[in-house]
């Protein structure tokens, strides 16, 4: 029995790291996601921007 313990204890602190490991990429996800939303803002941006310069007010 002295061996099932001390395997139910190492279960226990993989079920620890997992949970460790799993928490990293989703603060990793945020960041990327909010990086992609502002570089997307920026270009939607620099876009609409061109259009207003390159459109012809003399209509």
Do not use: G, Y
């Amino acid at each position: 029995m002295a061996d099932k313990e001390e395997i139910e204890i190492e279960d226990d602190f993989v079920a620890e790291d997992e949970d460790d490991v799993a928490e990293a990429p989703v603060e990793v996800a945020k960041t990327n996601l909010t990086k992609r939303r502002i570089i997307d803002n920026l270009l939607e941006e620099r876009r609409l921007q061109k259009q207003l310069n390159d459109f012809d007010f003399d209509i």
